[in-house]
């Protein structure tokens, strides 16, 4: 009995050990398991509230003693749609929290690559992490040898209002600032960790990987990060000016009743009055800009921080060149044409949406995308959409990069897995590949029961998605270190090779998408802004 007891001693002496690690701002405590470790709700900037609102992240003040790092932090206010389980429970102001996962210490073989998740949601919904939510690393942590980070970052008007010198002058980019934040955060502090400050790959979805393209480009995230991976970012729609930020905010302004005050107007709402307001002018349509109603709230071009559309940045090799995997799902754009289009698109109003976008253009647009004079027109502009939003420009994107970088390693694929059971709950895209189906997949998280039960096609899929990403945070390569099913070709414009991703067709194609993104390079990514 005796002996049990001194074993059961040690086993809670040497957890307790490793349940505390030192940051810049004070030590932390987390919860450790067998498996794994998870310090849950560490700040990484002051709280964004009272004359901080609005303004880019500042720095969060040292505390004394041990601060309890075991349950999630609330996510940044927002009214989010999406199903039960996709949107985070508790919001608060105060939400710039970070949350870390390791293995544990005694399975460390040196320092390890860390991983950096932005989420998706519109820059207006969504968390770095929640109670029975989508981006849990625990399990990922544990199979997969890396230590996993995410995130918050502020929200809709809260983390991407641009004001004039009366309102604050605020910059636009508060939400973008806090994700470099995030990522200093993680310089100062992973080592402690076990993590590789050196070894840090950033990885999103959605408008995370919108957030990706940003650290792309922006000087301000030069040598926080060293390999991107971005899954269906929008690339052709636009980040916005300075003109178009101030326009948006100017009506958010007016319907939060502070048109002729100061500043002190937006600092004294309440958070409901502000959600109630930007769900207003969500909407504000410039017609000369129709692609920027997509993303109402996204980075705002500046001197500093993001100083050219990411296109022009890319056009002309200014961009951080590091190792890159972009790719897309096969209906990307599907849930938001029939989400805005509920019913029947006849060919009269098809044909004046492709005016709005592509003005002059729009002859040669329809000689590939023919109307459909007595059908349902929203199946062709799905296509339509999901080609020239999100599929040829990825690998317009990657060809400039090999052009500018030839030694830099990047990688493109096409997720083409219809999944067995409608997680996701919209009967639109039963039987099609939607925008984010893959993140269910992705993560293998503990709670996966409450969405469904992946069939054993897709538990293989699972495991390759988790080998692909971590070999190449680990090296800049998905090919190196665990064996994958298919080895996955660096892109260049000869043989233009791209991984389709799926089980058991899990299969390397060859140019790529060529005729159809052969007229869409010809003709451009700058129509709609």
């Known amino acids: 009995m005796t002996v049990v007891l001194l074993l059961l001693l040690s086993v809670v002496n040497c957890w307790a050990q490793e349940d505390t690690v030192n940051t810049t701002e004070g030590f932390v405590r987390g919860t450790v398991t067998p498996n794994h470790r998870e310090f849950l709700g560490i700040p990484f900037a002051a709280a964004p509230v009272g004359k901080l609102r609005g303004q880019d992240p500042q720095p969060h003040l040292p505390w004394g003693g041990v601060r309890n790092c075991m349950k999630f932090a609330p996510s940044c206010p927002q009214d989010c749609t999406s199903p039960p389980r996709t949107c985070p429970d508790v919001h608060d102001e105060d939400c710039l929290y970070l949350n870390v996962y390791t293995p544990r210490v005694n399975a460390m073989k040196g320092k390890l690559p860390v991983m950096l998740w932005l989420y998706g949601g519109n820059n207006q919904e969504g968390g770095g992490g929640w ?57 100062r502090n992973i080592a ?124 002309q090799g200014k961009y951080n060149k590091v190792p890159v995997i972009f790719g897309h799902n096969k209906d990307d754009a599907l849930s938001f044409i029939y989400g805005l289009q509920k019913f029947f698109l006849p060919s009269p109003e098809y044909l004046a949406l492709l005016g ?66 409608d997680w996701m709950k919209n009967p639109e895209c039963v039987g099609k590949v939607c925008h984010a189906s893959e993140l269910i997949l992705e993560f293998d998280i503990p709670g996966l029961s409450y969405f469904g039960t992946p069939n054993t096609n897709e538990k293989v899929l699972m495991k390759q998605f988790g080998t692909y990403w971590t070999n190449f945070a680990k090296t800049g390569n998905p090919n190196n270190g665990q064996p994958v099913m298919v080895n996955w070709p660096d892109w260049n414009s000869g043989s233009m090779q791209s991984l389709g991703f799926d089980y058991p067709a899990m299969k390397v194609e060859s140019g790529f998408m060529n005729q159809t993104c052969a007229f869409w390079d010809g003709l451009g990514y700058h129509y709609g802004w």
Not at 225 to 241: E, L, R, Y
Request: glycine share 10%; net charge negative.
């Open 131 to 187: 109670n029975g939510g989508l981006y849990d690393g625990s399990n990922y942590v544990g199979n997969y040898s890396v230590i996993m980070v995410t995130t918050n970052y502020r929200l809709g008007v809260l983390g991407w209002l641009a004001t004039n010198a009366k309102f604050g002058n605020f910059s636009g980019n508060a939400g973008f600032m806090d994700q470099i934040a995030s990522l200093k955060w993680i310089q």
């Open 356 to 421: 709005v976008f592509f003005n002059f253009e729009t002859g040669r647009v329809l000689e590939h995308y023919p109307t459909d004079w007595l059908g349902d027109n929203r199946p062709i502009i799905t296509q339509l959409g999901t080609d020239y939003i999100w599929h040829c420009n990825s690998r317009y994107l990657l060809s400039l990069m090999k052009k500018w970088a030839p030694n830099v390693p990047v990688y493109i694929y096409q997720y083409n897995h219809v999944i067995s059971f």
């Open 192 to 315: 402690n960790f076990g993590g590789d400050p050196n070894a840090v790959t950033i990885f999103g979805q959605s408008a995370g990987g919108t957030g990706i393209r940003g650290h792309l480009v922006s000087p301000a995230s030069t040598g926080l990060f060293h390999g991107a991976i971005s899954q269906s970012d929008p690339f052709t729609v636009p980040f916005k000016t300075r003109e178009d930020a101030l326009g948006i905010g100017n009506a958010f302004l007016e319907y939060l009743g502070c048109e002729g005050k100061d500043i002190n107007c937006f600092l004294q709402a309440n958070v409901s009055a502000i959600l109630k307001a930007q769900h207003s002018v969500n909407n504000y349509l410039s017609l000369s800009k129709p692609a920027e109603m997509f993303y109402p709230w996204i980075q705002v071009i500046d001197e500093n921080v993001i100083p050219m559309q990411s296109l022009f940045a890319f056009q």
